[in-house]
Nanobody, 118 residues
Framework: QLQLVESGGGLVLAGGSLRLSCVAF???????VGWFRQATGKEREFVAA????????RYADAVKGRFTISRDNAKKTVYLQMNSLKPEDTAVYYC????????????WGQGTQVTVSS
């Protein structure tokens, strides 16, 4: 059974940086791991996904150029490096996983809070 645990959130000033980690407990090979976020009062939105094995990395327009997704399969960890943070980035950030070729993310972490102070 695959489980995902996010960490690395916290309070940061606007313009600052955070690196989120998503540790997988279980086999992650041949999986796509993505990051999502949900701000208070808003729907969950896509942030980034690492599809390196199929030659694709996707970012939401709102974070493109500021956030970088990466992974270390040996450590079973996916990272989200967040630079130049803005108050509108404040949200609970989740990692999620789906099978290659799948259309739905079926496994989700518990989330980690990111708060960016203006």
């Amino acid at each position: 059974q695959l489980q995902l645990v996010e960490s690395g959130g916290g309070l940061v000033l606007a313009g600052g940086s955070l690196r989120l980690s998503c540790v997988a407990f279980g086999r992650i090979s041949n999986l796509i791991v993505g990051w999502f976020r949900q701000a208070t009062g808003k729907e969950r939105e896509f942030v980034a996904a690492d599809l390196r094995s199929v030659g694709i990395i996707r970012y939401a327009d709102a974070v493109k150029g500021r956030f970088t997704i990466s992974r270390d399969n040996a450590k079973k960890t996916v990272y989200l490096q967040m630079n130049s943070l803005k108050p509108e980035d404040t949200a609970v950030y989740y990692c999620a996983a789906k099978l290659l070729g799948g259309s739905e993310y079926g496994t989700w972490g518990q989330g980690t809070q990111v708060t960016v102070s203006s």
